[in-house]
């Protein structure tokens, strides 16, 4: 057989796409990261803040756009489609089609001057509709790869911006390309198309000028978007005081044939709601629901935060028609409260809109020749959810299934590790590593500094006088060298300065330009390349700083730069050259849990060729899934659950520890040292990383006569009952919620409802004429769950909504269970009397997470689950490096999303395992031992575990462990003595920017 | 008596009768209120120069330049053309009536047709009346919509659709692909419109701030179509929020170098 091929193309650059991508580059293989559109980030990118942490989306995001754009492996083939995919597993050959985008991707530097003078404007699809942009463009600021592009359906080609271009890097000749790869293994993540809310008419979306999208809102609500970030009505520009939020516009609606439930939008609209009475406190918000589905980590809690904290009001009620007020351009909105109809006039309405699969599913899913469901999503198991119906296609993110960003980013990772664990054996064939010269010895040398200024074309050019500030640079002691570039970024001038550095024998080199954030890389790279420390080098952002925000005060400006420059020319005399220590890594994994996440995670790491040792402290593997007995799906979860461990048990590079438990855990990412009691037998593991899988538990309810009368039961309890025939009942009550979303568990199971939907549809195929009612307080059938609850319903369960106000109330009746039920359509309390009540029970945090935390040294939520590093993008990492986590140990969960987030850890591990050493940061902290007085206040502060006290001279100091220091400082701003320092931001360094910034007076002051 | 317009005549330097230029007994000394301004060619004919001439109080404008296809300058006369047609567009915006506005073609010795050309055009401004511009109280609306498109006029994107029109339609574009006169004149009238309210925006708010509504009420627009433009304004750094009022923010002019 041929040897496999060890890239992958990943279809799709949102952020599913971008994860993948980064966690295959950092495998170790080549990844071509393609989308239609001229720059990745997808929808995330028009999003205004995330939930539930309420961060900015295009903050935490850009990171990776630009980790992405940058990345060595990685290969960004925008403004493609695919045309065909021939071949298999491991060696497919995929042709591609590029569009042109008549710029040169080389050349062009991003500077925007063409579209400041681009004649043509058109609708700006970014902002949805809500602003005009020229027909040269990039799709927003940030975008990567920053390169313009031109609408040619816009375009008169009328010729400017060549002629503006001072890159010259616009190309109208170019022409269509055809591309071919080879490939290995191929991951879906085109993302989700908007349902177009015009398909309901009785919304008046597109007529009613002030009926808006929930994406049109995340705009609307964005600081760069169109209004600036005011909430304001498109009709007339005013502040709107009444805002209300339609739920489920083109999801759970099997009018227009979209019966599932979209996942994302009660979240987002709760958020939109939140932030957007952030804005305006005097704002009134108003969500019309039918179920509030906040099921996901904490979200229950951002959910009471907006009730609560924020007094957004929850009317639960389907809308049937929205009507406008002539004059106001308001709305009426029309609902159902308490069985009355009733009318509410708002300024602002709006819908939140449902996800569609991908508008060229059909096609993609011809030319890849995968199975889509009947929705049009890509089709997929319950026991293999990344793997699409072809061998070696996969596919992650809302292609799947409608769903949030932390699950799409776990499923991205999660589809890496399953591309990259059928071309293991190609690993590093395809990739590349860049071979430097030797490292020039600046010791003892006078500080010898090149300073390059930059125009970027006009963008500073056109405000800062760049010449002037040269000219004044040259004054400044240590300057041995100065000039002005048009782009100091440009590929051309990275000669240049390669070229200077060694004319002019410089040691250390400024570039004032842009934010370090974007360019620092680059510039590191070409002083590297020359011969230098990166650590050589520094910015001075004159553009940010001076240009665009003194746009129109050219003077002020430039003195500001010339400050500027000069303060970093300070600090630069006192650069150091660090070094970039580099960590052993052993090359096998850890996991901590035998049920079917933490054997899913061994597998997957084996399946890549990494040792792994599982830990169980049962005596048999399989966890929770050994009590699951039928799935919703037609999967058979026992066969599966046997076939999984007889994986496990036969593949010779897993080592099962079963009976077995933690008892030490030492070292760091790369260098674990851990020891296991098994019946009070020690053994000690080396290893390089660990993955939590330590599951949950089931609630033990004290509720309802549990325990006290035996025909109340869990859904397990009734489920076995279902399953070993030992059910006969003609009336059963289920009741949700148990134990979940009260005062002592406030947070929602998640997996619950959807249990229950699976009990009570196995009762009617078992035994249709026993009546089921499902007492709930919100039905969270999310996603495709929806059409299992749809067939409940129409198979006659009877779904009856409860509060907290009127909660069941169950008594024990001359030996009969009497339930009394609050009936909110008929507003009285009916009594029902259940041969069987079947409780359907909270899952609660592992009891040993507490002691497992703390020997990692990883944090518990305040609901006592594990809590990953980020909630949105870092959703199986901690932040100590080297420790993942999955499963319900992080959160409760379905079997899809268990193996997802198994499949992600084990990605995640492998970016580390398959790296023979780590480089890690050099600009970390330093302890000067002879100064530590052992007061441990740098260990507590420190929030990545990076400091450990040693014994030196049998008194305790402090020992910075490199590996895991991120060098934030924050350690060496609270040392008592002053014996840490902060490498590269050191005390005289800083300082002497400070006396130098303060110098001069400045003309403005 | 019928009213005497004042009128500025625009000549070019060839097509200019030799009687004005020398012994003053041509046909043209028979209308007095008009004045010569010559040009080399009228290809010269800044639409700002236009614009100022009408803020000055004439009446009318008259532009004369060599019959096509002829032109001393090889084509400066339809790169007039083009320039005037785009002005007479801005123009009827404004509320001053296009017709003040005139282009007609004349070699040096066709004096008699100078003299129909200038009877005609006089004849039809004094059907006109007076500028609305002209004399101590000119018109305050018109004056702020020619002011309006006298800042258009200096933008780049005007000048540019101006300037590529002919090429454009004639040689074709980037792409060696000819465009439409239609189409072009579809882009070309959707600029004027857009640069045309945005210019009278910022002239707006250029001393006090206002709001959407205020903006909207008077310019007789749909408030939706303000917004857009507020938009646009924003973006390009022309126009910044200065206050909410209430549920009204209110826009200010940015000073621009």
């Given amino acids: 057989m041929k040897d496999k091929v060890g890239a992958v193309l990943v279809v799709g650059g949102g952020i599913a796409g971008i994860q993948a991508s980064l966690d295959l580059a950092n495998s170790g293989f080549r990844v071509y990261l393609l989308d239609e559109s001229p720059s990745i980030g997808g929808t995330m990118t028009q999003l205004d803040k995330t939930f539930p942490t309420n961060d900015c989306a295009m903050c935490i995001l850009a990171p990776k756009l630009v980790m992405a754009g940058r990345h060595p492996n990685i290969e960004l083939i925008m403004g493609a489609e695919i045309k065909s995919v021939e071949g298999e597993e491991g060696h497919f050959q995929v042709a591609l089609v590029r569009k042109p985008r008549y710029i040169d991707e080389e050349k062009c530097t991003g500077c925007g001057v063409c579209a400041r003078k681009c004649p043509i404007e058109g609708i700006d699809e970014f902002n949805e509709g809500l602003g005009e942009r020229t027909a040269i463009y990039v799709k927003y600021p940030q975008a990567v790869p920053l390169v313009y592009a031109i609408d040619r359906d816009k375009c008169i080609g009328c010729g400017t911006c060549q002629e503006v271009c001072k890159a010259g890097a616009v190309k109208y000749d170019e022409k269509e390309k055809r591309i071919a790869l080879h490939v290995g293994s191929i991951i879906l993540s085109p993302g989700f198309e908007e349902f177009d809310p015009k398909l309901k008419g009785e919304y008046g979306y597109g007529r009613y000028s002030n009926v808006v999208s929930s994406i049109e809102f995340e705009r609307i609500l964005s600081a760069s978007g169109p209004y600036g970030g005011i909430v304001l009505r498109p009709s007339d520009g005013k502040v709107p005081r009444k805002i209300a939020f339609i739920q489920c516009v083109g999801s759970r609606d099997a009018k227009i044939g979209n019966n599932y439930c979209s996942s994302a939008c009660c979240m987002y609209a709760i958020k939109e709601a939140i932030i957007a009475k952030e804005h305006n406190p005097d704002l009134q918000c108003t969500i ?62 709006v819908l939140s809109v449902g996800m569609r699969p991908p508008k060229h599913a059909e096609e993609l899913a011809k030319t890849l020749d995968i199975k889509l469901n009947k929705y049009n999503f890509c089709s997929s198991e319950t026991f293999s959810p990344l793997e699409t119906s072809r061998p070696g296609i996969y596919v992650c993110g809302a292609f799947s ?35 430097y010269p030797p490292e020039r010895d600046v010791s003892g040398e006078e500080p010898r500094i090149g300073v390059f200024v930059c125009h970027c074309g006009i963008n500073i050019g056109g405000v800062v006088n760049v010449p002037e500030v040269v000219e004044y640079v040259k004054t400044l002691p240590n300057v041995a060298y100065a000039e002005h570039n048009l782009y100091t970024c440009s590929e051309d001038t990275q000669k240049r300065i390669h070229e200077i550095i060694k004319e002019h024998n410089l040691n250390r080199v400024v570039v004032a330009s842009c934010t370090p954030r974007t360019h620092e ?10 011969g230098l420390n990166i ?17 129109h005060e050219h003077e002020e400006a430039t003195e500001k730069a010339k400050d500027l420059v000069r303060s970093i020319v300070a600090k630069t005399r006192l650069l150091k050259p660090l070094k970039k220590p580099m960590i052993d890594v052993t090359p096998i994994g850890l996991v901590i849990g035998g049920g079917l996440s933490g054997m899913t995670a061994a597998l997957e790491l084996a399946k890549q060729d990494f040792e792994a040792h599982l830990v169980e402290k049962e005596k048999e593997l399989g966890g929770h899934l050994r009590h699951i007995h039928y799935l919703l799906g037609s999967e058979d979860p026992q066969e599966r659950l046997g076939s999984i461990i007889k994986e496990v048990t036969e593949n010779e590079k897993i080592h099962v520890h079963l009976n077995s438990e933690l008892s030490d855990v030492e070292g760091y990412v790369g260098n674990f040292k851990t020891t296991l009691n098994n019946d009070g037998e020690k053994k000690e593991i080396k290893h390089g990383v660990v993955i939590v899988a330590t599951g949950a538990m089931e609630y033990n309810p004290n509720e309802y006569l549990y325990g006290v009368d035996e025909r109340v039961v869990t859904q397990r309890e009734l489920e076995e009952r279902l399953t070993n025939g030992g059910f006969n009942a003609k009336t059963v009550v289920m009741i949700q919620c148990v134990g979940s979303r009260n005062g002592e568990h406030p947070y929602c199971s998640r997996i619950c409802c959807s249990q229950a939907v699976k009990n009570a549809l196995k009762i009617k195929e078992l035994s249709p004429e026993t009546d089921v009612y499902v007492l709930y307080k919100d039905m969270r059938t999310y996603g495709f769950l929806e059409d299992y609850y749809r067939e409940a319903a129409s198979k006659g369960v009877l779904f009856i909504n409860y509060d907290d106000e009127n909660r069941p109330r169950l008594v024990q009746e001359n030996g009969k269970l009497k339930l009394t039920v609050w009936e909110p359509v008929i507003k009285t309390w009916t009594p029902i009397e259940p041969d069987l009540l079947a409780l359907s029970v909270a899952t609660l945090p592992n009891p040993d997470n507490e002691h497992i935390a703390k020997m990692l040294k990883v944090p518990l939520s305040k609901d006592k689950f594990f809590l990953e590093a980020h909630m949105k993008l870092r959703p199986v990492d901690f932040a100590t490096e080297g420790i993942f986590l999955c499963g319900l140990a992080h959160w409760p969960k379905s079997i899809e999303e268990s193996i997802s987030q198994a499949c992600a850890a084990a990605a995640r591990a492998a970016t580390i395992l398959s790296k023979e050493a780590l480089e890690v940061e050099g600009a970390i902290a330093n302890v000067n031992e002879d100064f530590c007085s052992g007061c441990k206040i740098c260990e507590s502060v420190c ?56 110098k001069e007076e400045t003309k403005y002051d | 008596m019928m009213f005497r317009p004042k009128i500025v005549g625009f000549l070019c330097n060839w097509s200019l009768p030799q009687e004005v230029n020398t012994t003053g007994t041509g046909i043209i000394q028979g209308y007095p209120k008009i004045r010569i301004v010559r040009v080399m060619c009228i290809g010269r004919i800044d639409p700002v120069i236009v614009l100022e001439t009408f803020v000055k109080g004439a009446d009318g404008v008259l532009v004369i330049g060599c019959h096509p296809p002829d032109c001393h300058y090889i084509e400066g006369n339809l790169q007039a053309e083009r320039k005037i047609k785009m002005l007479k567009k801005l123009i009827s915006r404004t509320g001053l009536e296009p017709e003040r506005l005139r282009l007609d073609w004349a070699y040096a010795s066709e004096t008699e047709l100078f003299a129909t050309i200038i009877d005609d055009f006089r004849t039809q401004v004094a059907v006109l009346g007076p500028s609305p511009l002209a ?32 090429e454009l339609i004639e ?32 002239l707006l708010v250029k001393d006090r701030p206002m709001s959407v509504e205020g903006l909207a009420r008077h310019l007789g627009l749909d408030p939706k179509k303000v917004l857009r433009h507020i938009v646009v304004l924003r973006h390009r750094g022309l126009v910044a929020l200065d206050k909410i009022e209430r549920e009204d923010p209110l826009y200010i002019a940015l000073e621009v170098t």
């Fill in chain 1, 288 to 349: 019309f629901f039918m179920d509030v589905r906040a099921y996901g980590k904490e979200f229950d809690a951002y959910y009471n935060r907006a009730e609560e904290e924020y007094g957004v009001k929850f009317v639960r009620s389907r809308v049937p028609q929205i009507g406008e007020v002539l004059e106001s351009q308001n709305l009426l909105v029309k609902y159902v409260e308490d069985e009355n109809p009733a009318t509410e006039e708002f300024n602002l309405v």
């Fill in chain 1, 401 to 435: 299934s409608p769903k949030d960003i932390p699950e799409s980013v776990a499923q991205a990772s999660g589809a890496a590790a399953k591309a990259a664990s059928s071309i293991s054996s190609a690993r590093e064939m395809l990739t590349t590593v860049k071979e």
């Fill in chain 1, 521 to 530: 890389p680059l510039f590191r790279e070409t002083v590297r390349e020359a």
């Fill in chain 1, 535 to 551: 650590y050589l080098f520094e910015m001075a952002n004159i553009r940010d700083q001076c240009s665009w925000v003194h746009m």
């Fill in chain 1, 943 to 998: 929030a990545y575990n990076a400091i450990e006290m040693k014994e030196v001279d049998g008194k305790p100091r402090a020992h910075v462990l490199e590996a895991l220091c991120k060098g934030c400082g924050v350690c060496g701003s609270s040392c008592p003595t002053g014996a840490i320092s902060m490498l590269n931001f050191t005390d005289d360094q800083i300082l002497a920017q400070v006396r130098a910034a303060l």
């Fill in chain 2, 135 to 166: 004399g101590k109280k000119p018109d305050e609306n018109v004056l702020a919509g020619i002011m309006a498109a006298k800042a258009v006029t200096g933008d780049s994107r005007l000048r540019t659709l101006v300037g590529r029109e002919k």
């Fill in chain 2, 171 to 202: 040689e074709g574009n980037v792409y060696n692909e000819k465009v439409e006169q239609e189409e072009f004149d579809e882009v070309m009238n959707e600029s004027i419109d857009e640069e045309y309210v945005r210019s009278r925006i910022r």
